[in-house]
């Protein structure tokens, strides 16, 4: 069972970035699933759900309208969509089964000013 976060990386401010979400080793058209984020010196933040089958999602209320949860089902893929990025999206970028069950590595955004 594995989840590897790709796409990340240095970003200016207002510019824009698609991270993935590779899952293997589970049948993850049966999983909703959920982007967290943790930012430097804090905890894990909720960003986005997306259920099963991709057609329900949700965001925290700081990135809604800016970014944009999907899923490939037939890749076994997950993404974010960010856009109009702010300094406040700096974070290590966690994919995970909204279970809870599994979580990738990370992948780091950086907004710079």
């Known amino acids: 069972v594995q989840l590897v976060e790709s796409g990340g990386g240095l970003v200016q401010v207002g510019g824009s970035l698609r991270l993935s979400c590779a899952a293997s080793g589970f049948t993850f058209c049966t999983y909703g699933m959920t982007w967290v984020r943790q930012a430097p010196g804090k905890g894990l933040e909720w960003v986005s759900n997306?259920?099963?089958?991709?057609?329900?999602?949700a965001y925290t209320a700081s990135v809604k309208g800016r970014f944009t949860v999907s899923r490939d089902n037939a890749k076994n893929m997950l993404y974010l969509q960010m856009n109009s990025l702010t300094p406040e999206d700096t974070a290590v970028y966690y994919c995970?089964?909204?279970?809870?069950?599994?979580r990738g590595q990370g992948t780091q955004v950086t907004v710079s000013s």
């Open positions: 997306i259920n099963s089958r991709g057609s329900i999602t």
């Open positions: 995970r089964t909204t279970d809870g069950s599994t």
